[in-house]
């Protein structure tokens, strides 16, 4: 399935989508985005589905002069999922902006694939992605920011960052650059840890039960995604998805059109005791 | 009494650090313990904090009438155990607000206590934060990340304000400290200390004693107490060195 957005010169929208069309195919669902000069797309999306069904996304972006866009895609749930986007940034000027969180546990799967072509000069990019993974959960993420030979004064950054709550979670990470300019402000990074125990036992110290600690610490880390989110009461709204997600008390079937095909109830439970 | 270490012994990986440690502290009174390097002095903050990793292979530590070997260190704190850590941890993402208030309110849950109103949280913060000389707003500020030594310092003692427990340690809190700061830092401690709670001071120096002044200066060497006197003995041990605390 594939569908267009054009947004005019000099107009801005926004968007707000919960990513339910989810198939036991993996039958992609492309977005070609199309972002004239100085036209400006903040695009939020949600993942929720149940734990058979799988997402496939595949966002196609291209920019023209001082355009700005902004992706931000929550997966709070899901079997088997995976995000590709790829933005040409064709016109000087022009902003993106393309972040992820993922919240998984179980054996499910997301895989984020990520292309930024700095084809013109006086462009900038920010990813990043950000994942706390629980039981067999798995993802992947695979960033390419590519900088053409001309394309001067660049701004690119991207980041990937991930807690694995077991020892049975896995992450394969690479960001990767190319750069082919001489002039350019670039950056990249992965990193992988556990929560950081010390400052488990300092908020314990305080009084703040095991239990609360660890979401307050899992919060904090997701927050550095949702707090990109410009309007205000979606930021809340999703703020509180992600609360209710890491105390194990978010049902998959939530905002999902697909209710009937999974009328039970999930139970997402952190374990506790794996920490 | 409010504290009563009896013969503890407490290994890390199996390595034994406290090795038969004594200590009676009553509400009203300052302690400070004082000794060279590795023998024992964080290890016994650790222990009456509870922290996973020091076990206790032998001895009691008993407080307000309770053996709390064995209890969480929430639990601990939130009967009134405080730790002022000797190296504050930087929490990104998690506002002191955020942080004192989810701390304030677990406290009162374990009481049996309502979560304390916004406005009454909001004057108590200005109110504590006037103690230590913080004049920030902290709302947005994530604890102690950006801080300097000094300000994770006083912002240890503002928390300690916060939470008004019965029994505090100092675990090295003047290292790092200017003469400003300590001022500050001693100022906060002297202000909270009264006839109901206690504190205990863990230092190298003498020059925190200055402005703390103890009732009782131990001096630890190899994981016990190997001497106990008032706070010339601070100045004592100032004047000819740790290793005099070898051949006691």
Redesign the interface.
């Known amino acids: 399935m594939n569908n267009q957005l054009i947004i005019a010169p000099n107009q801005s929208r926004e968007i707000i989508e919960y990513d339910d069309d989810a198939h036991l195919s993996a039958e992609p669902k492309v977005l070609e985005i199309v972002l004239n000069e100085n036209a400006s797309l903040e695009m939020y999306v949600l993942q929720n589905v149940s734990n058979e069904a799988s997402i496939r996304r595949e966002f196609k972006v291209r920019q023209l002069a001082d355009s700005r866009l902004k992706i931000v895609v929550i997966t709070f749930n899901g079997g088997d999922i995976r995000n590709s986007y790829h933005v040409d940034l064709d016109g000087e000027g022009a902003e993106t902006q393309v972040h992820g969180l993922y919240l998984i546990d179980k054996t499910q799967h997301v895989e984020n694939y990520l292309k930024v072509n700095h084809n013109v000069p006086r462009c900038t990019s920010n990813e990043k992605f950000k994942g706390i993974m629980d039981d067999e959960a798995t993802a992947v993420f695979n960033g390419h920011v590519y900088v053409a030979k001309d394309a001067q004064k660049t701004d690119a950054h991207q980041n990937n960052s991930n807690i694995l709550l077991t020892s049975k979670a896995k992450i394969n990470s690479q960001p990767f650059l190319e750069i082919y300019a001489d002039d350019v402000k670039c950056s990249h990074g992965t990193s992988t840890g556990q929560l950081?125990?010390?400052?488990m036992?300092?908020?314990?110290?305080?009084?703040?039960?095991?239990a609360?600690a660890r979401i307050?610490?899992m919060?904090?880390?997701a927050?550095?995604v949702s707090n990109h989110i410009g309007n205000a009461m979606l930021h809340e709204h999703i703020d509180d998805m992600i609360k209710r997600r890491l105390r194990g008390e978010l049902s998959s079937c939530e905002n999902c059109v697909l209710r009937c095909s999974h009328p039970k109830e999930y139970n997402f439970e952190i374990d506790y005791s794996k920490i | 009494m409010l504290l009563n270490i009896k013969n503890l012994h407490v290994s890390i990986g199996g390595k034994e650090i406290l090795k038969g440690f004594n200590m009676e502290v009553n509400e009203g009174e300052i302690h400070a313990i004082m000794g060279p390097n590795g023998t024992g002095k964080s290890t016994l903050a650790a222990a009456i904090?509870g922290?996973?990793g020091y076990e206790v292979t032998e001895g009691e530590i008993w407080y307000k009438g309770k053996n709390i070997v064995g209890m969480?260190?929430?639990d601990r704190?939130?009967e009134g155990i405080?730790?002022s850590?000797q190296y504050?941890?930087?929490?990104?993402?998690?506002s002191i607000q955020?942080?004192?208030r989810?701390?304030v309110n677990?406290?009162r849950e374990?009481q049996g206590l309502p979560p304390m109103s916004t406005v009454d949280f909001m004057k108590l913060m200005k109110e504590k934060q006037a103690m230590v000389e913080i004049t920030e707003k902290l709302q947005n500020r994530f604890v102690n990340v950006g801080y300097s030594g000094g300000e994770k310092k006083k912002n240890e003692i503002f928390?300690m304000a916060m939470?008004e427990p019965s029994l505090a340690i100092l675990d090295e809190t003047d290292s790092g400290l200017d003469i400003d700061a300590l001022r500050i830092v001693a100022n906060g401690v002297n202000q909270l200390h009264s006839k109901d709670n206690a504190f205990v001071v863990i230092t190298h120096y003498q020059r925190l004693l200055d402005y703390i002044v103890p009732d009782f200066v131990h001096v630890m060497y190899d994981g016990r107490i190997v001497k106990t006197g008032d706070k010339s003995l601070a100045l004592e041990l100032e004047q000819k060195g740790y290793e005099w605390t070898k051949n006691l």
């Open positions: 950081d125990q010390e400052a036992f300092y908020m314990r110290q305080r009084g703040i039960s095991k609360n307050l610490l919060y904090a880390f927050a550095e | 904090t922290r996973e969480s260190p929430e704190a939130n405080f730790l850590f504050p941890v930087e929490i990104p993402g998690v955020n942080f004192m989810t701390a677990s406290k374990y928390q939470l």
